[in-house]
């Protein structure tokens, strides 16, 4: 495919955690350390099958994490870092973009590994879990009252986020695997499906834009849009032939 005349590239880039920046998924691996199986669950939250709200609660109370496998899943999430995310997210932010994590993964897992990345932890947005006091009840009503644990909670946060930096939504680009990001497509720049871990139908027919994977690297060269194409080259000429190369095998 060839850039967008119409898409000069994006003011803030949003990259989903799980399935995008990781190769698993959170909530899954705590389940799996825990013996509860909620990968059903995940499945159809993820696909749109059912809203996000009905599962979130449902699977912590089965799960009942410890702050101890809270912590274990950072290891994971490191462990199955995606080979060029790093590169990627330098890229942008050599150019000048903002980059965010927005996910529905737990803050305390998500926010080291994004950290890890190179994110900087103010533009890091997960679902709270205080488990500091092991109240484990008041953790889980901490994390199903925040917006990231519901359907719409994407649009929501990027809105607020935007507002703050004094950026128009449609100056924004989003990459993620599920339908709680295809949800804020509308309202984006771009939006950028991603199937490099798991290919989510729904997000595969309906995006806009989607990369098959396994690598990121289409991602830097479509956040830099026409205008800074360029600059990209220039500054990172290897991931900029990468880019190049996984476009052009996107319709």
């Given at each position: 495919?060839?850039?967008?005349?119409?898409?000069?590239?994006?003011?803030?880039?949003?990259?989903?955690?799980?399935?995008?920046?990781?190769?698993?998924?959170?909530?899954?691996?705590?389940?799996?350390?825990?013996?509860?199986?909620?990968?059903?669950?995940?499945?159809?939250?993820?696909?749109?099958?059912?809203?996000?709200?009905?599962?979130?609660?449902?699977?912590?109370?089965?799960?009942?994490?410890?702050?101890?496998?809270?912590?274990?899943?950072?290891?994971?999430?490191k462990a199955t870092e995606l080979a060029s995310a790093k590169t990627v997210i330098h890229s942008l932010q050599d150019l000048g973009i903002?980059?965010?994590?927005?996910?529905?993964?737990?803050?305390?897992?998500?926010?080291?590994?994004?950290?890890?990345?190179?994110?900087?932890?103010?533009?890091?947005?997960?679902?709270?879990?205080?488990?500091?006091?092991?109240?484990?009840?008041?953790?889980?009503?901490?994390?199903?009252?925040?917006?990231?644990?519901?359907?719409?909670?994407?649009?929501?946060?990027?809105?607020?986020?935007?507002?703050?930096?004094?950026?128009?939504?449609?100056?924004?680009?989003?990459?993620?695997?599920?339908?709680?990001?295809?949800?804020?497509?509308?309202?984006?720049?771009?939006?950028?499906?991603?199937?490099?871990?798991?290919?989510?139908?729904?997000?595969?027919?309906?995006a806009p834009i989607f990369l098959p994977g396994p690598e990121l690297a289409g991602v830097a060269l479509l956040a830099a849009g026409s205008?800074?194409?360029?600059?990209?080259?220039?500054?990172?000429?290897?991931?900029?032939?990468?880019?190049?190369?996984?476009?052009?095998?996107?319709?």
């Amino acid at each position: 495919m060839s850039l967008s005349k119409g898409w000069p590239g994006a003011k803030i880039v949003f990259f989903d955690c799980d399935s995008t920046l990781a190769g698993i998924e959170g909530i899954d691996e705590l389940a799996a350390r825990c013996k509860v199986d909620v990968s059903a669950l995940t499945r159809a939250a993820m696909s749109g099958e059912i809203p996000l709200d009905e599962v979130f609660r449902k699977r912590l109370e089965l799960i009942s994490p410890s702050k101890e496998d809270v912590d274990w899943v950072v290891d994971r999430y490191k462990a199955t870092e995606l080979a060029s995310a790093k590169t990627v997210i330098h890229s942008l932010q050599d150019l000048g973009i903002p980059v965010h994590v927005i996910s529905g993964g737990l803050l305390p897992a998500v926010a080291p590994f994004a950290e890890h990345l190179g994110i900087a932890k103010n533009a890091i947005h997960a679902v709270p879990f205080p488990l500091a006091e092991n109240n484990l009840a008041e953790a889980i009503d901490t994390a199903c009252a925040h917006p990231l644990a519901r359907d719409g909670g994407k649009p929501e946060v990027i809105t607020q986020v935007c507002a703050a930096l004094g950026l128009d939504p449609k100056e924004a680009m989003l990459i993620g695997d599920g339908a709680s990001d295809l949800e804020a497509a509308s309202m984006l720049g771009l939006f950028v499906g991603f199937g490099g871990v798991v290919t989510r139908d729904r997000v595969r027919d309906e995006a806009p834009i989607f990369l098959p994977g396994p690598e990121l690297a289409g991602v830097a060269l479509l956040a830099a849009g026409s205008e800074g194409a360029s600059k990209l080259e220039a500054l990172h000429p290897d991931l900029f032939a990468a880019a190049q190369q996984q476009l052009d095998l996107v319709k």
